[in-house]
Structures are given as structure tokens and as C-alpha cells.
């Protein structure tokens, strides 16, 4: 689909978006700065007549394979992820103009996948499997494949080189697909989308001043989630340990 065909289709009012990943997408609509909201607010201030209905499907946790066992699971199970009055089977047994899915994280974290190329393949194989199958069962008219998110602040961390070669994976097996890759390194639109929207979102994050201290405190919130880290007490205590390192 060309980038006029895309724009044509967010003009008519009626885009539904399905994003797939783990807890920073459950985040993306349960926290009031998360990305699904940046979403509809920069689709509507792109375009004033578009509705968007943006479905968070994010679950704590959850990395390539356990995706793949859910999305098996919800054929004929109804279950519910970290959103909520989201169910899963429904959300993928209905149509999507838009599906984006975004995982890496926990599978580093866990780890679920090992620091050679026999698992860095598995892993790529399975991501590709589920891609495949959502795709089938949503027929979305886009796809974008997201890069993850750094796991520590280190950028070079050996989480974080675990992460940048699955992120090298991802982004072939985006070209594989033929699909839109978004990149979390550079921020979540990159150049598959339309300039007029890019250019607005742009100039939004530039005036809230949303820098390098706002994204790692959204991210380390993610993290502490994922490690059980719950009062507020202990996040400002691991907040401010993360950035003594």
C-alpha cells in the first residue's frame, strides 16, 4: 500500500488499530503518556475527521512464544491481557486496517532467548510464525513490525546487545514481509509515515520538552512492573539507583 493509499484510509474516519505486544503495550493505553494515545492524538490532529479505535493488546511479560501459545489459545478461549475490557479472542476475530506488534523485551529479560545464532534463529522463526498468523486472522491493510526498547539505560549493556541483534532480525523480517518498521531507538514514526503526521507529532514532543530523562522514566516504569516492583516507594528507590549507574 502507498503512503496516499495509507492517507486515504486514515481520512475516512473509521481506522482500527490493533497493537500486540507486552506490558509497555498494555502501558500504551493505561498510562495517560502512553504511545497509544500519542497515536490517536497525533492521527486527529493530523486529521481532524478520523476516529480512530485503537486496541492495546499488551500483557505483562509476555515475549514471541508466549504470544504465539495466546494467540493459539484465543482460536476458541476468551482471555483478557493487561487492558482492561479488551478481550483477546474478539479483538482478533475482528478485522484491522492497522496492526502493529511490538515484542523483544521479556524475551531478553527472561531470558527466553540465548545469546547464539541457533536461538537468535528460533526465535526469529517463531516471531515470523506468529506475524504470519495475525496477519491471517486480522487482514490488516498495514503492518508494522517495532523494533524494542532498550532494557537498561546502558546502550551497551549485554541486555542491550542481545536487543540490537533482535532488532537486526526484526527489521529483515520486516523486509521480508514487505511490512513498515518502526524504530523505538528513533522514536515510533519514522519515515513509512506520512510527513504531515510525522511533523505535527514532532513538533508536539518538542514543546512538552519530552527528552532522554522523560523516555528513560517511562521505560524504567515498564521495567519495574515486569520485576514486581510495585509501591511508589520502591520505583522513586530503583528509579534513582538506575540513574547513580
Known amino acids: ?11 475516512e474516519g473509521h481506522v482500527r488499530i490493533v497493537l500486540v505486544g507486552d506490558s509497555i503495550t498494555g502501558l500504551s493505553r493505561n498510562h495517560p503518556a502512553g504511545y497509544a494515545h500519542l497515536i490517536e492524538w497525533a492521527l486527529k490532529a493530523a486529521y481532524p475527521d478520523c476516529h480512530p479505535d485503537i486496541a492495546a493488546l499488551g500483557g505483562s511479560g509476555m515475549g514471541v512464544w508466549s504470544w504465539e501459545n495466546a494467540e493459539l489459545k484465543s482460536r476458541t478461549q476468551e482471555r ?4 482492561e475490557g479488551i478481550p483477546l479472542k474478539a479483538t482478533l476475530d475482528q478485522p484491522a486496517d492497522v496492526l502493529v506488534i511490538m515484542l523483544g523485551m521479556n524475551d531478553v529479560l527472561a ?7 541457533v536461538s537468535y534463529e528460533e526465535w526469529t522463526q517463531t516471531y ?3 506475524v ?4 491471517a486472522r486480522l487482514k490488516p491493510s498495514i503492518t ?7 532494557c537498561t539505560e546502558d546502550v551497551d549493556s549485554p541486555q542491550n546487545r542481545v536487543m540490537d541483534k533482535l532488532n537486526v532480525r526484526i527489521a529483515k523480517l520486516a523486509e521480508e514481509f514487505h511490512r513498515s518498521r518502526c524504530s523505538r531507538r528513533r522514536g515510533f514514526l519514522r519515515g513509512d509515515a506520512p510527513e504531515k503526521l510525522r511533523g505535527r507529532l514532532r513538533r508536539t514532543l518538542d514543546s512538552r520538552g519530552a527528552g ?5 522514566e517511562r521505560q524504567h516504569s515498564g521495567f ?14 530503583s528509579l534513582q539507583r538506575s540513574h547513580q549507574r
Open 144 to 150: 508494522a513490525v517495532a523494533t524494542a526498547t532498550l
Open 111 to 117: 531470558p527466553y532467548v540465548a545469546d547464539d545464532e
Open 212 to 216: 532522554p530523562q522523560d523516555e528513560s
Open 132 to 135: 504470519t498468523v495475525l496477519q
Open 128 to 130: 515470523k510464525r506468529m
Open 224 to 237: 519495574c512492573r515486569h520485576r514486581g516492583i510495585d509501591s511508589v516507594s520502591e520505583r522513586q528507590s
Open 80 to 83: 483478557f491481557l493487561d487492558v
Open 1 to 11: 500500500m502507498t503512503l496516499h493509499a495509507e492517507a486515504a484510509l486514515l481520512k
